[in-house]
């Protein structure tokens, strides 16, 4: 379907638990969808009670439920209601419930197939259900993964955010219309000019950035980042290296002889102009790279090339032809980590130009916003036929 043809789908609305000003990152995944979704189909986000602030035109909020209580049994209430051809469901369990316990959120789609079979339901999984060792996620596996089944059964499309994900539940359900969709950049595009960043923060504007993006998680191994920013301070020795955490409070990353500068929580537009004068993001995942690590994403958004990891996880997008600007390593160890920032320094020092308009090219063509939403709204459109 051509970028800005009107579908069969007059209108779409998107269901989140909460949008920006509330950071949230499924929030700001949602916003930025809508906007993408406009020249389709009419939008509108439904979220939770909070305080909204003035959205973009073409894609409107409405404050259709509360998460406390009672409060889903509004958003029953009004799917009932809806004008919309299509429903899209934002699911992360942690973000509908306590622990991820959320039966009126199930109670609520359910309700919505029985009453209004004309409305198209689809659920887009960004997370399944925890799937960590331990008691504890044993514990919240007990009624996630009911809960999980529960949205498959009941929705028309279903739609993953990695590859691996969608491949395995289309296995399980062979009848399913399933697909995978890659979550984008939550970010704006900088357009900030790259020198005056460097010297508003204090960077050299001949120094190596290497870059690194998010919070302390437990599937990245912080240290890693840190010996990669080691490597390459030892390799590039005619330059002073600067390790650029945006996001970082300054002790997720192990202490190091190279410059650490972290810049804490930024606004989107600031953490867009640091991400900007990166010359490479060290990213390693313990699952592996995938379509659903925004951080690497807005990354490629910014000409910036990636270091990862090759793990379980890893889309095929990864391993083609296309992703010259990221290197993976082939195994996920320390030792293999290290030779694919060797990789990525041999072809930066090469040419750098192409390595960065190699990310770029690979964002532009499968990961930007009018992508995502022309590949949504045709899997729509498949569904609604006859």
Known sequence: MP??????LKSIELITPAVPPVHDAIGEYTEKLAVALAPFANPT???????????????????????????????????????????????????????????????????????????????????????????????????????????????????????????????????????????????????????????????AADALVVGAFGG??????????????????????????????????GDEVPPGPTRLLATGRLPESEAADVIAIMDVMLNPFIDGLSTRRGSAIAALQHGVPVVSTMGHATDRLWRSESSLGVFLTDKVEEGAWLAAVDACLKQLQRDPESCGSAALRLFEENLSWPVIATRLCSKLVEAAKP
């Open 45 to 203: 986000v439904l979220t939770g009670d909070q305080a909204v602030v003035e959205t973009d035109p073409s894609a409107p909020v409405e404050q259709a439920f509360s998460l406390g209580g009672t409060g889903l049994q509004r958003l029953a209430e009004r799917l009932e209601a809806t004008k919309a051809d299509a429903v899209v469901l934002q699911y992360n369990p942690f973000g509908w419930g306590r622990r991820g316990w959320a039966p009126g959120l199930v109670s609520a789609m359910r309700r919505l197939k029985k009453q209004r079979d004309d409305v198209l339901l689809s659920v887009m999984f960004h997370e399944t259900y925890v799937m960590n060792k331990g008691w504890k996620a044993w514990v919240m596996r007990r009624h996630q993964l009911p809960q999980f089944h529960a949205l498959i059964d009941l929705a028309d499309v279903c739609f993953f955010s990695t590859e691996n994900w969608a491949d395995q539940q289309q296995r399980r359900r062979p009848e399913k219309m399933i697909e995978h969709l890659p979550v984008g950049s939550n970010l704006r595009r900088s357009e900030a000019v790259r020198s005056e960043t460097r010297k508003r923060l204090g960077i």
């Open 3 to 8: 970028s800005g043809e009107k579908t069969s």
């Open 216 to 249: 302390q998680h437990p599937s990245r191994p912080f240290d890693w980042i840190r010996s990669g920013a080691e490597r390459i301070a030892a390799t590039a020795k005619d330059r002073s290296v600067v390790l650029l955490h945006v996001g970082g409070r």
